[in-house]
Structure formats: structure tokens, C-alpha cells
């Protein structure tokens, strides 16, 4: 007897840009594509699952399944025109960030969007003294996609488009805009300077100051046949199907 196979090929695409806060140049970026392996099936055609990130109406980020592999992939970078040149990232200033997904490839989908922030030193690694929520992003509301409260964190923001992305169809914006919130001014240390008896000098440090801010945006893309099984097993939450194909996320 031949074993049937539910599949689930989901595509993960990561994009990831540092800008060094408050400097006049854009600092070091880094981007990788890669994808998780199958461990749900389906026997149905997956000749050309794809989804491709777009930033400001500009594709990113791109990966399709075409015969067997994933040799048509492409990655890029977020954030890189997010400063005009010769300006500085300025905290309070709102920067257009449009993030949306179109389904690129022949099948249709549905997709969800894992939206990371933190921030690096300049060696790269995590920085925990300043709040991930300190950078803010405007999300898009009444756009048919949802955030799952319970699986977010101050760090990770997970979204779903509640509805069928049809082959070559593109999605709403999930987010509009980003920005550096004000309270980082209130992130500071006090170091003595010099001390005599008369008194004390006393310098105020910004904690941010050479630190930048890291935005990582990951897509995944589940088939829509026998979706609430599929979106289960491969994204571990409960859904209800809408006859309209809608989801409900439970």
C-alpha cells in the first residue's frame, strides 16, 4: 500500500539590515535565504510553491520551488533606502517601510510573517540593555492580516493573512512605516568624570550610541488543501477554514 504523504513546503525568507543609530552612513548589512525542510505532505502538485518579499513595492527576497529544488531564489536586503543620503536616523521620525508578500508561485497559499527587531553591537552580536520595542513599526490594520498575540514577543511579531493568496497575487501591506521611538533618549548611564572636592562631573552616555538597529523578516507558505491540518503541522497553531477560505486563528 502506498503511503500517502501530507506535504507542507514552507519558505522562509530572512532579510537582515543593521543601520548604526543616529550616524550619517548606513552601516554594515546582512542577508540569507534558507528554508525548512519538508515534515508535512500532501499529494497534490507542488511543482511551483514560491512567495517573494517586497519592500516599498520593490521585491527583496524571493524563493520558488521549480523541478525539485529551489534553485530559483533571491536574496536581498531590508532598510537600505530607508536613510536619504546625507541624512541620520533620527528616533521620533517616521521612515516608510511597506512590507507585503506576493505568492510567486502556481498554486495558491497562505502565508504568515515572522517581523524580528533588536538590536547588535558592532560585532554583531545581541544587545539585551535596550528594549527590541523601542523600534516600533506601524502596522497596517483592516488589511486581512492578524498578529497572534500569543506566539508574539517584545522581539518577534507574528503575522497571518487570513486569506488565499491566489498564484501571482500580492497581499496588503502588513506594516506601513518604522521608526526609533523617543523614549530611547531615556536609555542613559551617568559616568563620573572627575571628582574633587568641590563636587563631581558627571557625564550622561546614551546607551544606544554605538549600537545599531537589526530588522529580520521571515515568510512562510502553506498549500491551501487540507489547510487546518497542514498550517498545524507546520506552524503548530489551530485554524478554522471560512467557506470564503478565510482563517480563523485559534
Not at 99 to 117: E, M
Amino acid at each position: 500500500m502506498k503511503k500517502k504523504r501530507n506535504l507542507k513546503i514552507p519558505v522562509l525568507l530572512l532579510c537582515v539590515s543593521a543601520l548604526l543609530l543616529l550616524a550619517s552612513t548606513v552601516g554594515s548589512a546582512r542577508a540569507a535565504l534558507t528554508y525548512y525542510s519538508e515534515n508535512y505532505a500532501m499529494e497534490v502538485t507542488v511543482s511551483s510553491i514560491g512567495v517573494t518579499l517586497a519592500e516599498n513595492g520593490k521585491p527583496v527576497s524571493y524563493r520558488n520551488y521549480l523541478k525539485d529544488d529551489w534553485s530559483d531564489s533571491g536574496s536581498g536586503e531590508l532598510l537600505t533606502d530607508l536613510i536619504p543620503a546625507g541624512e541620520r536616523l533620527i528616533p521620533g521620525k517616521t521612515y516608510p517601510e511597506a512590507l507585503s508578500i506576493t505568492n510567486s508561485g502556481a498554486i495558491d497559499s497562505y502565508v504568515r510573517v515572522l517581523l524580528y527587531r533588536s538590536w547588535q553591537d558592532s560585532a554583531g552580536g545581541k544587545v539585551t540593555s535596550l528594549s527590541p520595542e523601542l523600534i516600533e513599526f506601524q502596522l497596517t490594520e483592516g488589511s486581512g492580516w492578524v498578529v497572534d498575540e500569543k506566539a508574539s514577543t517584545p522581539e518577534r511579531t507574528v503575522l497571518y493573512y487570513t486569506k488565499p493568496l491566489a498564484s501571482q497575487a500580492d497581499t496588503p501591506a502588513l506594516c506601513e512605516a518604522v521608526r526609533i521611538s523617543n523614549d530611547i533618549y531615556r536609555e542613559v548611564r551617568e559616568e563620573i568624570v572627575e571628582e574633587t572636592a568641590e563636587g563631581k562631573t558627571i557625564r550622561t552616555v546614551y546607551l544606544h550610541d554605538g549600537y545599531y538597529m537589526s530588522v529580520e523578516a521571515e515568510v512562510d507558505a502553506v498549500q491551501t488543501h487540507n489547510a487546518e491540518e497542514a498550517i498545524k503541522s507546520a506552524w503548530g497553531v489551530d485554524v478554522t477554514v471560512e467557506a470564503d477560505g478565510t482563517l480563523n486563528i485559534r
